[in-house]
């Protein structure tokens, strides 16, 4: 008859050990995950002023107001899908925290529209690199029908060799120009007339930071 | 191309219909785009601008890029910028600017900060407007996009859309002109199609706007100048005759031809303020000499010229019977603080804009295009008629006790007013006319005429007591114009 015996290195210490490791990671990975969930979601971006003005347009947007009752939220577009890339955006994000507590006074709605640029193409470079992954988690590029006669061939013709960011681009806030063609003065001018500021003074104001 | 196939049919189509497309030249030729360029954007991972301006047309039409650059085309949103805001701001609203002026005049057009056309001010396909990349013009304007058909432009209809209505009514007058009608009937033999089109060679049956204003012709070359054949300005309170002076740099300006005319290399100050040197100035009789070489492609010198001189002599009437002297008693008005500086907040001011710029303009181009229904009943009938009937009443009212001063000698410095001296020349074109006067025996005789007889007579008396009873009347009746005619 042969029975079973631990082997001899597992002794009563290491196997606590290994409950209590086993048991904490298993919460720590629930953690993780709520982490992860809370993070996402649109009262945690929110609950920093700044992210108020990202939210006016998105309010504005079919991503918000969809027909069908679907809204996408901060996560479902800004966050990567799985809980290791999920956690690790959030690790990156914290940047923005810092930025937020440390950097230049976004919850002005002048700074704030000032350096939203610069946000918008971090933004697109980040959907480009990950091949418009989160915009796949709904949107499946074979099913797209369109309302217009010709919405259909063109997602399959013409869509080939592109991800879905590099042709729609300024969906759900406000709109910026591609990187390539933006023009710093166009936009400081733009600011300076829609917040009645004398010309000149959003450099002065982006010289500040 | 493969997208818009299918998401624009109608533009793809037309443009493969084209001689662009046939020439091989596709979308990028005409819409590439310096990511320096205020107005450019990314499109399908190139750089391109949604506005063609002269200037992108330029980097293969150069030389009628060259030609329509300082014409009065080009110029023509700077023409009226200084006007506009009476009008379409303080008359309407600003929105006229957009769906109005700006829709023939051309817009300044705006790019905004992030890279999107001002919808006060895009779409826009006016003829001068001012682009982003700093070209004035739109060649679409009569260059239908995206076909750019030469037939459409050589149609009359490609003018329409803006010379039509109460002030430039350039497709009314021609219609109703002969030149017109023979169109009409002639259509086929237009030869609307063809590569060149040189009137007397490549078409004789009628002349269009093209034609006569732009179109080769004989020995004289086309041009996309199209204001260089005028020898007159007709859409202005008095007409004048104008130098054409074109600069080393291409720009060009018109000066009034009463002035002397600038010599070649001096330097002048252009409509948009900067300086420049002169290299060319024509006169407006050899502008007027270029026009009439179009004529002569289909009509005899004599007639040519006797036509001419029909039209001149309008524009001169009009000039010395109205104009001149409408313009005197607005400035006097105006000077002795009559009327406030600010435009068409009274009466007389409408009066006097409709005076020149609706009627009168109607009147000179209904001469200059040859339709007599223009010229005479939808023009100079009606100003005479405002003239008369509206301006001057409205004036004297306006002018009160100075009516003397400011009115009376304006009309007296000319002939053109004596007519209304004479109160007694009687004529039936109202249905009615005085029976001859008939000798004092018989008419006390008989009964019935002596009523008749009698009137003309204290009408006489009452012409011949006049003058000591005008002052009284003008201060008792300041709108009356009974007095001061004489």
Redesign the interface.
């Known amino acids: 008859m042969i029975k079973l015996r631990a082997p001899l290195f597992i002794t009563r210490h290491v196997l606590f050990a290994l409950v209590v490791g086993g048991v904490s990671g298993v919460v720590f990975m629930f953690f993780l995950i709520e982490f992860d969930h809370f993070t996402s979601s649109n009262e945690f971006c929110l609950s920093c002023h700044s992210m108020s003005y990202a939210d006016d347009f998105y309010r504005q947007s079919v991503h918000y107001n969809s027909p069908s009752g679907v809204r996408a939220s901060c996560g479902d577009c800004h966050v990567s899908e799985g809980i290791i890339m999920a956690t690790y955006d959030h690790a990156v994000g914290t940047k923005d925290l810092i930025k937020q507590l440390f950097g230049p006074d976004y919850d002005d709605p002048v700074v704030n529209t000032l350096h939203l640029p610069e946000a918008a193409f971090a933004a697109r470079d980040w959907f480009r690199k990950r091949d418009s992954a989160t915009c796949k988690r709904c949107h499946a590029q074979e099913a797209i029908m369109g309302t ?4 259909a ?2 997602h399959q ?2 869509a080939e060799g592109k991800t879905c960011i ?2 729609h681009i300024n969906l759900v806030h ?5 990187r ?4 710093r003065e ?6 300076e007339e829609e917040f009645g500021l004398e010309p000149g003074a959003a450099a002065t104001v982006m010289g500040e930071h | 191309m493969s997208c818009h196939t299918k998401s624009s049919p109608g533009l793809a189509e037309q443009w493969r219909g084209s001689a662009h497309h046939q020439a091989g030249v596709n979308c990028m030729d005409c819409h590439q785009a310096d990511p320096a360029d205020a107005d450019a954007i990314t499109h399908e991972g190139q750089v391109i601008s949604v506005i063609v301006s002269p200037k992108d047309c330029g980097r293969c039409h150069q030389t009628e890029l060259d030609e329509q650059s300082g014409s009065v085309h080009a110029e023509a949103h700077a023409i009226i910028s200084e006007r506009v805001p009476a009008l379409a701001h303080n008359l309407t609203g600003a929105a006229m600017q957009a769906a109005g002026c700006d829709q023939c005049h051309g817009s300044a057009v705006k790019v905004r900060g992030d890279g999107s056309l001002d919808p006060a001010t895009w779409p826009n396909s006016g003829i001068g407007r001012i682009n982003p990349d700093g070209s004035k013009g739109s060649c679409s304007s009569c260059h239908g996009r995206h076909a750019f058909s030469k037939a459409q432009a050589r149609e009359p209809d490609a003018c329409v859309r803006c010379h039509s209505g109460p002030d430039s009514p350039d497709k009314e007058v021609f219609e109703a002109s002969k030149h017109g009608m023979i169109y009409k009937a002639q259509h086929e033999a237009m030869n609307l199609d063809a590569d060149t089109w040189v009137a007397g060679q490549d078409y004789t049956a009628a002349p269009t706007c093209v034609t006569c204003h732009m179109g080769a012709a004989g020995k004289v070359p086309s041009t996309h100048d199209v204001g260089m054949r005028n020898a007159w300005s007709l859409n202005t309170p008095v007409s004048v005759q104008q130098y054409l002076v074109v600069f080393e740099d291409g720009d060009k300006l018109e000066l009034p031809a009463d002035q002397k005319p600038p010599k070649r290399g001096t330097e002048l100050t252009k409509a948009d303020g900067t300086t420049g040197k002169v290299k060319v100035v024509a006169g407006p009789d050899r502008r007027r000499k270029i026009m009439s070489m179009v004529c002569l492609e289909c009509h005899g010198k004599n007639f040519t010229e006797s036509f001419m001189d029909q039209f001149d002599a309008v524009v001169a009437l009009y000039n010395g019977k109205f104009g001149e002297p409408a313009a005197a008693i607005m400035q006097g008005l105006y000077e002795q603080g009559l009327l406030t500086p600010l435009p068409f907040d009274e009466p007389l001011e409408f009066t006097y804009w409709e005076l020149w710029h609706d009627e009168g303009a109607r009147a000179r181009h209904g001469a200059a295009m040859a339709s007599p229904n223009h010229a005479w009943w939808e023009g100079m009938y009606l100003v005479g008629r405002n003239f008369y009937s509206r301006f001057l009443p409205q004036a004297r009212a306006v002018a009160g006790d100075a009516a003397g001063e400011l009115i009376d000698p304006v009309l007296a410095a000319s002939d053109h007013h004596r007519w209304q001296s004479s109160p007694d020349a009687a004529n039936p074109i109202l249905g009615w006319s005085p029976l001859p006067a008939l000798e004092p025996g018989p008419s006390e005789a008989l009964g019935d005429a002596d009523q008749s007889g009698k009137a003309p007579q204290a009408r006489v008396e009452s012409q011949v007591a006049e003058p000591q009873t005008a002052a009284p009347m003008t201060e008792a009746a300041p709108a009356s114009e009974g007095s001061g005619n004489d």
């Open positions: 217009r006669a010709n919405t061939a063109i013709e013409d590099d042709c406000r709109p910026v120009p591609e390539l063609t933006f023009k166009a936009w400081n001018a733009m600011v």
